[in-house]
């Protein structure tokens, strides 16, 4: 394993620490509970959180700043977040308004998430829940009961975060997270594995002229492993299933996501999208928003994850609005 890393139990808490050592203007930094909040965190709206695995950066922890996340609480590398974390941090940004709980459909993740709502619930502190199950690729996997949360989040934690900052209550923002989750499809794929910090060795096996189609962010199987096709081969695949599972269709105005997947260069990753949103004007779409770069990684891996949401008025504009967070180009 090469990676820079001390002990490898400090590797979530030492790179925790990094971010709010850049940003201690903005944000405050509770270590005991991995958890990341605004410094100037509003207490007249809805708050919002959320917290996964780490190694997915910049999901979660670099999520937190005005128009987005108000609270992050990420678990170690790819396990979920244990129930005190999420119960500290929901008493920590409580609000008279309430909570907003974004949950990424795994099982470790639901359970953590459940337990510490009702222990939160038993204190007097209002809940919001909205499941994110974006991933086209499979419906049950080891680690979900139904389809996974993958880089389809950032379009409802943009959207939420919006709402909130305009007012929103509670009851608004669990209904819109639902609807952006509910027209937003994302599949990912894989040409390398990665190696957790405290595993020491990849997390699967792939040969060196082979591909994972469907792969999950934690290394989980996805439909099948298959031999290195072309980049065209590999989009119109990831695309088609997308565009049939919705369905999409002609006329639809689309925001679209190439998502790399920690390890792959940004020349490729523009390459993908080039190709993606060639089969957008194929099929008629017309592509409001794109992104490209790095939003849901699984640490070090080659490979990408297409998103494609549907748009309506009310989203289109929701994702316009400004946000703020951690991640700066200058």
């Not at 920590?92 to 795994?106: D, R, T, W």
């Not at 957790?196 to 994972?212: H, L, Q, S, W």
């Not at 008025?313 to 703020?324: F, N, R």
């Amino acid at each position: 394993m090469k990676k820079f890393v001390n002990d490898p139990n400090d590797f979530v808490n030492e790179m925790i620490k990094g971010v709010y050592l850049a940003n201690e203007d903005k944000l405050k930094w509770v270590p005991e509970y991995n958890i990341l909040y605004r410094a100037d965190l509003p207490k007249d709206k809805v708050a919002i959180m959320q917290g996964s695995g780490s190694g997915h950066e910049p999901a979660h922890i670099m999520c937190v700043g005005p128009g987005m996340l108000d609270a992050a609480c990420p678990g170690n590398v790819f396990a979920a977040p244990p129930m005190d974390y999420v119960y500290e941090c929901t008493k920590l940004i409580q609000s008279e308004k309430g909570v907003l709980h974004l949950i990424n459909n795994y099982q470790g993740d639901r359970m953590s998430w459940d337990m510490a709502r009702e222990m939160a619930e038993a204190d007097g502190i209002k809940i919001g829940v909205v499941i994110i199950d974006d991933d086209v690729s499979v419906n049950n996997s080891t680690y979900t009961v139904g389809r996974r949360g993958v880089a389809g989040n950032f379009f409802v934690i943009k959207a939420v975060g919006a709402a909130s900052a305009k007012g929103a209550d509670l009851e608004t923002l669990v209904a819109l997270g639902e609807k952006v989750n509910s027209v937003t499809r994302s599949m990912g794929m894989a040409l390398t594995s990665c190696t957790p910090p405290a595993k020491g060795t990849p997390i699967f096996e792939i040969a060196e002229d082979e591909i994972e189609i469907g792969i999950g962010i934690h290394g989980e199987p996805g439909r099948r492993r298959d031999k290195i096709k072309s980049a065209s081969e590999i989009v119109d695949e990831l695309f088609t299933a997308i565009y049939e599972d919705l369905p999409f269709a002609k006329g639809d105005r689309v925001a679209v996501m190439v998502n790399g997947m920690g390890g792959t260069p940004i020349s490729e990753l523009y390459l993908l999208y080039g190709l993606a949103a060639e089969k957008c004007e194929e099929k008629g779409l017309v592509i409001a928003k794109n992104y490209v770069g790095n939003y849901c990684t699984s640490l070090e891996m080659a490979g990408f994850s297409l998103t494609m949401v549907k748009l309506d008025g009310e989203i289109e504009e929701l994702l316009s609005e400004p946000a703020e967070i951690p991640i700066r180009v200058f």
